[in-house]
């Protein structure tokens, strides 16, 4: 087979596609690896005239039209798996950094401007405190594990409320959306984005939140309306926010990075070194299943 | 009952002891509060002609000096359970903090100096990886439950082996000192600070480390040789250290603060509102025993 890359990605990841022509040309190539920042248009489909396969890297796949490809009959698959533990870790490693203050205390050390003493540098806890889990799939399961071991309450909101055995295993309380904004310390979002859940946070929604919340970003940015994050956390309508996406990526308001209450990540929700080899992995399963027919072990999109 | 205060903590912990005669001078005050990072010498005590009980604020007390204590019969208590929660967090907060590399990010963030991209800001996992912890005692475990749910495999080395019910708990592997250091991706220091263990972590433990591993402490600093870490975070003998206390605090190496790959915290363990709050009420249930004669519920360090 004859398998393009829009993107470098680490070579130990494709061992298993050996005897295969890796790095083929777009007019050549019979499989397309893709990865989820990658834009695949109408346009670069049609010059790829023997596409039957392509196998995007991500579990999104917003990146590729899907209606191009549905009229050729190309395949489409995604890694959904190995995404699901280091983006549940970020959102943890995001919540008890923004609590603990950890980056804003770093950043005083390294200017010599922290003093000492026990009374001083005080932050909030996790534990005991209640977490508010918006999308309640597998990245927000992983999350709540996280978050029962942290001592914290546990509610949730989802399109469907979870089986009993599923909230039993986390603690976990199913609430309205009403609900898990008014009473969350800790609110995450962990939905996929689609066109409804635009703005899902706003103005009014920031302002049903406990002036003492935290919100925390690691789903997409346009789940929430970047400027009336901005004006909630500048004028104490919410006590902090932890981003890992922003709402016009790359580009974030410049208006965040000089505010003391937020934490800023450059969309790593998936990004270590273990995870992106675990993703390539997860994209030879799929182009080995495909050539070998095997349908049923593909993660198909399309 | 006079009691005289070492230090302006928040009176919302104290009302239970209304009634009584707070912010005593020494001279008449028959007990003191006071705080664990707030030196009492022998001539502090000589001062204070009434005191019969000290009752420290923290689980540590080595800013006491029991003997004088013990020649006039003097009590001392500490507070060591609302200390647990907050400390094994923060451990876990800079452990996942170097790990996901979530200060350095924000860093870069704030300065515009962050590039997005798929295989740009690649961090490490710490689900799949192993911890060591060294001292498991009621810190070192409410860590390791942490880190279980964490996915992480828990080695461990203590004075004692813990009994077979609490290492079946956390899924965690009794191992001698040796291997603790050899076979740790993260190596958190969760022991008390004796002259015995000065320098624990020093040039040949630091050398026996992997070159991947990173140190965790948030313990006492004399614990490190901190000229030692430095050289080893230069030269890459171990690839990172998350560190909330310092061999000569409050004063930090000022190599360390220009490191890229330390986390530096201003001795904040203990440090949340919630957690000083449930300190004040510990010191209370203290005093409150000592008045009432109920030494069993006294948490007695003399």
């Not at 005080?122 to 001592?151: D, E, F």
């Not at 039993?168 to 009473?183: G, I, R, S």
């Not at 996406?245 to 070194?273: C, F, K, Q």
């Amino acid at each position: 087979m004859k398998i393009a890359f829009t993107t470098d990605l680490p070579q130990e990841g494709f061992k298993r596609l050996a005897g295969h022509e890796l790095y083929a040309s777009l007019d050549e190539a019979e499989i397309l690896v893709s990865t989820f920042d990658y834009p695949v248009p109408r346009k670069m489909i049609e010059s790829m005239p023997h596409l039957r396969l392509i196998a995007n890297f991500g579990a999104g796949f917003n990146n590729i039209d899907l209606e191009a490809c549905r009229e050729r009959g190309i395949r489409v698959t995604n890694t959904p798996q190995p995404v699901i533990e280091p983006t549940a870790e970020l959102a943890f490693a995001l919540m008890i950094d923004i609590a603990r203050r950890v980056s804003e205390f770093d950043r005083l050390v390294r200017a010599g401007k922290a003093q000492f003493g026990v009374m001083r540098n005080l932050s909030h806890s996790l534990y005991g405190k209640t977490i508010g889990i918006i999308g309640m799939g597998r990245i927000g399961q992983a999350l709540a594990r996280r978050a029962q071991a942290a001592g914290m309450h546990i509610i949730y909101h989802n399109r469907h409320r979870l089986p009993d055995e599923i909230e039993q295993k986390y603690e976990a309380n199913y609430v309205d959306f009403q609900h898990v904004l008014q009473d969350s310390d800790y609110l995450s979002l962990n939905l996929p984005y689609t066109p409804e859940v635009h703005h899902l946070i706003g103005k009014p929604e920031l302002g049903m939140m406990k002036r003492t919340a935290y919100l925390i970003n690691t789903a997409r940015g346009a789940h929430v309306d970047e400027g009336a994050l901005i004006e909630a956390l500048k004028s104490g309508i919410i006590a902090g926010a932890a981003l890992d996406v922003y709402e016009h990526e790359p580009a974030i308001s410049t208006d965040l990075l000089t505010l003391p209450n937020v934490v800023l990540s450059p969309h790593t929700g998936t990004g270590t070194w273990e995870g992106r080899i675990a993703m390539c992995e997860n994209v030879c399963d799929n182009i080995l299943a495909f050539i070998e027919g095997q349908t049923n072990k593909m993660n198909i999109v399309l």
